[in-house]
């Protein structure tokens, strides 16, 4: 398979180099860098694409229970299916943050189709808003 088909894009944030170029991602960095960018927009925020991004920013100020993590796997695992159609999904964990108990930590395994290449990414993702 081609290095091509996994892409090349701007890099997450974007900026620019030492050269005034703006920082790309490509190949594998570029779809790790697309779960985090799904994951971390929420649904409505593109005014232009409204049902992009992870429906996990209703559960902000949620209750760190079994039942938050559940609904943060399942809005997770629908907005990867959606929107990263390159992955399988092996694997999707949350589970509390031992030393910030109002942080969520996602713990997403997949596969790369086109290469059966495997990956892991983890996403903190706060039930409380950070300040500071």
Same mark, same amino acid.
């Given at each position: 398979? +081609?290095?091509?088909?996994? !892409? &090349? !894009?701007?890099?997450f944030? +974007? !900026?620019?180099?030492?050269?005034g170029?703006? *920082?790309?991602? $490509?190949y594998?960095?570029?779809?790790?860098?697309?779960i985090?960018?799904? &994951?971390?927009t929420?649904?409505?925020e /593109?005014?232009?694409?409204?049902?992009?991004?992870?429906?996990i920013?209703? &559960? #902000?100020f =949620?209750?760190?229970?079994?039942?938050?993590?559940?609904l943060? =796997?399942?809005?997770?695992r629908q907005a990867?299916i &959606?929107?990263?159609?390159?992955?399988?999904?092996?694997?999707?964990?949350? *589970? +509390? /943050? +031992?030393?910030?108990? $109002?942080?969520l930590?996602? /713990?997403?395994?997949?596969? #790369?189709r =086109?290469?059966?290449?495997v990956?892991?990414?983890?996403y903190p993702?706060?039930?409380?808003?950070r300040?500071?």
């Open positions: 398979m +081609p290095a091509e088909f996994f !892409g &090349l !894009g701007w890099k944030p +974007p !900026g620019a180099d030492d050269e170029r703006v *920082n790309r991602a $490509s594998e960095e570029c779809i790790r860098e697309a985090w960018l799904i &994951l971390s929420a649904k409505g /593109r005014v232009m694409r409204p049902d992009f991004g992870c429906g920013h209703d &559960l #902000v =949620a209750v760190n229970n079994a039942t938050t993590a559940g943060v =796997a399942k809005e997770v990867l &959606l929107w990263e159609p390159r992955v399988d999904m092996l694997d999707l964990q949350v *589970n +509390p /943050r +031992p030393e910030t108990p $109002s942080t930590l996602i /713990r997403i395994d997949y596969r #790369v =086109a290469t059966n290449t990956f892991n990414l983890v993702f706060y039930l409380e808003r300040t500071g």
